[in-house]
């Protein structure tokens, strides 16, 4: 079998879970993760790791960033910051009605959620707290309080403004909600605003647009870990040194960080310093 990742352009409607199980019954293929969940009434594309070996890769593009098109409605707010939320039109926008300027909003958009940013994420969301999903709380009634994080946004620019829609493309950090980003914009304009639709464009250098339906998947879809790999730093090895860090040993050296050791022009295993003993590298995880 093939070892390696597959774009998927994920629909309207099923989960990603529902996703990856479709994917495990086409290519017949149990061991199947993701680089990140897309809601169900998101699109968009989703990257997916197939068979052990791309599995134990995941970590290296944890912190990917990604882009999105999303479309915002103003005039109302969300108890999920989306329309899956209990919908409130807001009747008397704080501060009178918002600008319809295009330039205006934009120069606004830069200076107030451009840049690193503390987001809240929605309590209607997968951040735990106290050790239960904060969704799961908020459902039950539960006051949640989720402390502020860090988050980068690249851009986040106008693509077309007809009032009540807006719709925006964003790059951004791994771990932005882009609900909240919304729904802080209608904080900024005064008036409330939900997302309403959202497609994910981008996830690092992977693109939307060389990515398959889930049900037309197929293995010569994926792309083989050999040619995934060579983004990171390299390091061949010898078959003596392969023969060690194979068996969790350690070789003689100095590495960077996610430095892929290469065998017979295989990748083999992610390498580390060893902090015990200076000069000496050992395998984090073999492929």
Do not use: Q
């Given at each position: 079998m093939r070892h390696g990742y597959l774009l998927i352009h994920k629909p309207v409607g099923p989960t990603s879970h529902d996703i990856v199980g479709q994917v495990r019954r086409t290519l017949s293929e149990r061991n199947i993760?993701?680089?990140?969940?897309?809601d169900p009434l998101a699109s968009g594309l989703?990257?997916?790791?197939?068979?052990?070996?791309?599995?134990?890769t995941v970590e290296l593009f944890q912190h990917a960033s990604k882009e999105y098109i999303a479309e915002a409605t103003l005039g109302a707010t969300s108890t999920t910051y989306d329309s899956e939320g209990i919908i409130s039109p807001v009747t008397r926008p704080k501060g009178g009605e918002p600008s319809k300027d295009l330039d205006a909003v934009q120069v606004?958009?830069?200076?107030?959620?451009?840049?690193?940013i503390e987001q809240i994420p929605p309590v209607y969301s997968a951040v735990s707290i106290g050790g239960e999903r904060a969704y799961r709380k908020a459902r039950r009634g539960v006051p949640v309080t989720i402390p502020p994080r860090q988050v980068e946004i690249q851009f986040c620019n106008i693509l077309s403004y007809d009032y009540p829609k807006m719709t925006l493309h964003i790059a951004c950090s791994s771990g932005t909600y882009v609900r909240t980003i919304i729904y802080d914009l209608g904080e900024l304009l005064r008036c409330g605003a939900y997302m309403s639709a959202l497609e994910r464009t981008k996830v690092g250098e992977w693109d939307l647009k060389d990515a398959v339906k889930p049900e037309d998947a197929t293995?010569?879809?994926v792309m083989p870990l050999k040619d995934i790999m060579h983004i990171f730093n390299k390091k061949e090895v010898t078959?003596?040194?392969?023969?060690?860090?194979?068996?969790?040993?350690?070789?003689e050296g100095f590495c960077t960080a996610n430095t892929i050791?290469?065998?017979?022009?295989l990748p083999c295993?992610?390498?580390?310093?060893?902090?015990?003993?200076?000069g000496r590298i050992k395998p984090r995880k073999v492929l």
């Open positions: 993760g993701h680089l990140g969940t897309l989703m990257v997916l790791a197939i068979g052990n070996k791309a599995l134990k606004m958009i830069n200076k107030r959620l451009v840049g690193k293995w010569t879809d078959a003596e040194e392969w023969a060690h860090l194979e068996h969790g040993r350690t070789i050791a290469w065998f017979d022009g295993a992610i390498l580390e310093n060893d902090p015990k003993h200076a």
